[in-house]
């Protein structure tokens, strides 16, 4: 079966300090991946996405980018973080196949910039 | 430009009572539905989801009512119980290489012991 993980779960990072959150998936190939911020009591941001190793697209222009250097592994960075930055921050896969539109969640990363 | 607007934003419901919450799309591309749960300092989880060919969709006490000509679609809850006390986004996709999903604001749901 599928598995999706992400980590930390929790992070509090000075402002101007970098960032690197990580999601990994287990149990598919070729996955279709996204990042999404949700800020406190909020929807659901889109923030990158990815068809495929080092293809990134970006929805929202801001202080945050995505990288995939490996098939099932999605990384969102900073250089220097803002307060604005602050959020729950959600990894999420789904199968490229046709007709598979479900898209799952990782347990997400609470960041806290102070 | 929000396309996907979703109502109410709380909702505070007995047990046993029905929730109800409601959701209108602008984009006619849009051809999957979802709707997903989140709890407290967790990742949203799929629901119950509908594609436009079908007017309702039920799974256990989750119905999605889609109203295709109206560009709306709803969450009914039936007998609602405490632990359905949650989050919950609906959510809209249309065609696509990377089909991304387009979430509306959320409702906080309460279910009232």
Same mark, same amino acid.
């Given at each position: 079966?599928?598995?999706?993980?992400?980590?930390?779960?929790? $992070?509090?990072?000075? *402002?101007?300090?970098?960032?690197? $959150?990580e999601c990994t998936v287990e149990g598919t190939s070729n996955p279709n991946l996204y990042? @999404?911020?949700?800020?406190?009591?909020?929807?659901?941001?889109?923030?990158? @996405?990815?068809?495929?190793?080092?293809?990134?697209?970006?929805? *929202?222009?801001?202080?945050?980018?995505?990288?995939?250097p490996q098939d099932r592994q999605f990384i969102l960075s900073s250089k220097k973080l $803002?307060?604005? !930055?602050?959020?729950? @921050?959600?990894?999420?896969?789904? !199968?490229?196949?046709?007709?598979?539109?479900?898209?799952?969640?990782?347990?997400?990363?609470?960041?806290?910039? $102070? | 430009?929000?396309?996907?607007?979703?109502?109410?934003?709380?909702?505070?419901?007995?047990?046993?009572?029905?929730?109800?919450?409601?959701?209108?799309?602008?984009? &006619?591309?849009?051809?999957?539905? /979802?709707?997903? =749960?989140?709890? /407290?300092?967790?990742?949203?989880? +799929? +629901?119950?989801?509908? %594609? /436009?060919?079908?007017?309702?969709?039920?799974?256990? %006490?989750? &119905?999605?009512?889609f109203n295709k000509s109206a560009k709306q679609f709803s969450l009914h809850i039936m007998?609602? =119980?405490?632990?359905?006390?949650?989050?919950?986004?609906?959510?809209?996709?249309?065609?696509?290489?990377? %089909?991304? +999903? &387009?979430?509306?604001?959320?409702?906080? +749901? &309460?279910?009232? /012991?």
């Amino acid at each position: 079966s599928q598995t999706i993980h992400q980590w930390p779960a929790t $992070l509090v990072q000075p *402002v101007g300090s970098p960032l690197s $959150l990580e999601c990994t998936v287990e149990g598919t190939s070729n996955p279709n991946l996204y990042w @999404y911020r949700q800020a406190a009591g909020r929807g659901l941001q889109l923030l990158f @996405y990815s068809v495929g190793i080092g293809q990134i697209s970006s929805e *929202v222009p801001q202080n945050l980018s995505a990288s995939r250097p490996q098939d099932r592994q999605f990384i969102l960075s900073s250089k220097k973080l $803002l307060l604005s !930055d602050s959020g729950f @921050y959600l990894c999420a896969w789904r !199968d490229r196949g046709r007709g598979n539109e479900k898209l799952f969640f990782g347990s997400g990363t609470q960041l806290s910039v $102070l | 430009q929000q396309q996907v607007k979703q109502s109410p934003q709380s909702l505070i419901v007995q047990k046993g009572g029905i929730s109800i919450i409601n959701c209108a799309y602008e984009n &006619t591309a849009f051809d999957y539905f /979802p709707w997903y =749960q989140q709890f /407290p300092g967790k990742g949203p989880a +799929l +629901l119950i989801a509908i %594609r /436009p060919d079908v007017s309702e969709k039920k799974e256990g %006490r989750f &119905t999605i009512s889609f109203n295709k000509s109206a560009k709306q679609f709803s969450l009914h809850i039936m007998d609602s =119980q405490p632990g359905d006390s949650a989050t919950y986004f609906c959510a809209a996709s249309k065609p696509g290489s990377a %089909r991304q +999903l &387009t979430f509306g604001s959320g409702t906080q +749901l &309460t279910v009232l /012991p």
